[in-house]
């Protein structure tokens, strides 16, 4: 019997009878992160992060959380779970499964880059290793996140001279955390979407440290927000809720951003390609790191970065799930309901 | 080229004119007469043959990114243009690329001129060490003066009037003289802007002066008696020039077409020179005589595009002609400022003093109020003519796409359900999105493809349709999806031929999705037979107007 199963609910660990990210409701989950893709409504328990658990709190409403440190295992019917960090976003795990010697990890969404913010990715050894593919192809390179900070600071700066407000699309969990920082030392005030606001002060009151910044009321005026600082979901483009900010300028915050033809599709003026997901050098480096004899890839481009393992002599399958969506963007539709609900 | 990449970099990112053309400005006011002249080209469309092909570009990209040809494959599709795709997958170069010797555009495009002769080898290795010396958006630029189908978004119209911010020329002037025939490579920018160029340019055409399409109720345009109306002939838009003994015809495109249409050759000696006439080359059935001629479709001019040779045969089935709408030189004289009332009697003079049967003046319908004119324009498709065009009598011959004085007022499309059962990723802003669809009409109880169409719908329908695609594809052959058949849209069209390529046996003009029809299941869909019906009603249009 395998340790994991591919349901049609989600991934599933039939000794401990628990699921991991499953999509539908079930008695006991275990979460990878926040995402709405990953963490859904209606199972009876939840396992996370401490760092997850205030983020569930907040999208799930109240339900039975048990949260743990890393590396804290939690034993269900014989089979330890425990968590590793991931480097997603604030709290977000690679789930790792253990069952008489047998090794099973879950990656959920991970980036090997370290962003100063999510705890860190780190390798585990595993048998058999689940991994996203999201941007599996190999035209998806990133810069180190400092350069695109320095990009994105000196089109501030050009928007800035040309009397515009500089607004940033950025899902409202991981990365409008991440752009807080580089944001913030320009010195100008950042105005945040109810979104991204609500995300900001459950975090802060769960004890992290990140700048302030200011809600966007009925009552701020149009001179506030005069060449100012913006951080908005994806669900406000085009709104008009943006009126208020003309001029302005729009810049996405998102992996997809590397290919042009989705910088023109939603035309926006600039496009900075940062992702909170590995690319096509971070998967690679991945996979071998954790020394699995098989790889399961989901979603993203799983058949070709499978086939691509295969080829390096790394027995590779792909799996369908519901996270993501297929080749799509962590801004666009399967989360776009989830984001308009917090409006 | 670093200078020129992000001038494209900056043109590809803004929407807004007023944007484009201070990036244009800005570049001209720094560049040198040699990279602008090479700006000008490109922008309107004289690139130097391609002489790098495609297949040397991708082998030397897989080469020097270390990755198979599937895996390239499957890049390519996702970034949906090839200049692109291997501006992501070229490794960063080890070399500082402030320490490399920063070459000009013209460099590289004198360069690329002189290429096309060498061997494949010498070839691959001047593209991968220009690579070397390139950040990512030069290689991708490179990359796309190498492969072509450039589109920059720039009209002709916004680069004339860039141009014009940084010399004290005015954009019509302007406008004029950067037509015609020129080469990059042997003219500096000073002499193309000056007067003594353009006189000594023979065949440099006139701008063409374009219609917008009509937006509100005909009988907004006021007094009838303002106006005339000329029906819309469905063929190439051109303008045959005769100066110095030398005749030109020159497409709307800014295509140099005289061999193509030996027909004209006649006009050669009868034309008096200095003469430039404006009109439609289209093909028409003969014989035809002088103010009685009838026009194929447009599928029969087609057959004579695109050749390079001219056989008899074709010759004898698409026999073209030249219908005339306007007349903007006479004796070497611009007279584009005259109204059109008077330029319409010089034309009418001319004409009939050559008197032959491939030269035609475009009929004026006579009208007396707007209501007959609505009913007249329903006869468009017998006459064989796409629509009506409405010209104010005292209006000028202007440079580009103006509105006010002259408007087209087209016939409605063809329509026909159908449903769609392929779909392919789109290039461009539709990268990684299924936008380019084909679509099936019934026969009995099998569907049979028959069109393909990739515009009409909006960003949000299409990216419904992409989502769509995505959870229903049943198969995959490469790029393309076979799609569960259920999504039904209206196909708009402007003509529709006979075809020996295409199983259905018919292939349609300007097809474009006109309306999703979410309210009709794949079982109400329109037949093989529909469309047979259609081709024969269509054809026999336009036979009937070759036997009056």
Redesign the interface.
Known sequence: MPLIEFSNKGLYCPQGNFYIDPWKPVDFAVISHGHSDHARWGSKKYLCHHDTKPILQLRLGENEYHSVGWNEPVFMNGVSISLFPAGHIIGSAQVRIEYKGEVWVFTGDYKTEDDGISTAYEPVKCNTFITESTFGLPIYKWKPQDEIFEEMKNWIYTNKSNGKSSIFIAYSLGKAQRILKPLAETGFPIYAHGAVYNMHTTLQSAGWALPDVKRITTETTKEELKECIVIAPSSAEGSPWMKRFSPYATGICSGWMQVRGNVRRKNADAGFALSDHCDWEGLLTAVKATGAEKVYATHGFQSTFSKYLNELGIEAGEVKTEYGNEEQSENENVNSEVVNSEL | MKRFAELIMKL????KTNAKLEAIRAYFSEATSEDKIWVIALFTGRRPKRSVNSALLRASCMQA?N??P??FE??YH????LA??IS??IPESDIDTKDVVEYSLSHYMNLLRNIGKEDDDVKALFVSEAWTQMNRSEI?VFNKLMTGGFRIGVSQKLMVNAIAKTTDVSPSIIAHRIMGDWNPATISFDELMSTEHSAADDSKPYPFYLAYAIENEVSELGNEDEWQAEWKWDGIRGQIIKRNDELFVWSRGEELMTDKFPEYKILQELLPNGTAIDGEIISLATPSEEGNFAPLPFSALQTRIGRKNITSKQLKEAPVGFIAYDIIEENAKDIRMISMLERRKKLEEIISKINVPILHLSPIINFNNWEELINVRKQSRDKGSEGIMLKRKNSEYKDGRKRGDWWKWKIDPLTIDAVMIYAQK????????YTDYTFAVKDGDNLVTFAKAYSGLT?KEF?QVD?FV?RNSIEKFGPVRTVKPELVFELAFEGIAESKRHKSGVALRFPRMSRWRKDKKPEDINTLDDLKMMLKIFNEQYSSKVSE
């Open positions: 590809a990112t803004t929407t990114a990755i198979d599937w895996l499957e890049c996702t970034v949906g243009d692109e795709t992501l997958l991708f789109g290039s461009g802003r539709r990268s990684n999105l960003d990216a989502n995505k």
